[in-house]
């Protein structure tokens, strides 16, 4: 898997994330480990819920956007997380992306909270071939 990290001096009152990926698929589901990593330790989360997502948009920044935004709605529309997710993005505009997603329910009793990500902001999004091979991306998350 791919790695990330906050970038604390980018946004006082938000989340700011790099992540850097071999392939698109790797980042896409690096973003969704990150995501769940800002909202609680994945460790404390039973993966005891499966999900199908498919999305589209015309270009790679707007659909890390979009699916960050639906790993957000599921949280607050089911108080889920899925911080295991198998991506594939494709495409050259519009990109599709297809995964299924691994997680579980936010429990009080045995899930450790950290953030509670609002939503993801437009500021410095980006997702791009990264010097040397690979991609990364950088996205703000509103906490």
Known sequence: MGGYR???E?????????????DLNDLFATAARALAEVMVD??????????AVTLEAPTRDLLLFDWLGELIFLKDRDG???PVADV??????PFRLAARIRGGRIDPARTERRADPKAV????LAVEPAPGGGWRARVVIDI
């Open 121 to 124: 902001t437009f500021h410095q």
């Open 80 to 82: 889920m997380v899925f």
């Open 6 to 8: 906050v970038l604390e």
């Open 10 to 22: 980018v946004a006082l009152a938000d989340c700011a994330l790099e992540i850097e990926a071999a």
């Open 42 to 51: 994945p460790d404390t989360v039973e993966l005891v819920a499966e999900h």
């Open 88 to 93: 594939l993005v494709e495409g050259d505009g």
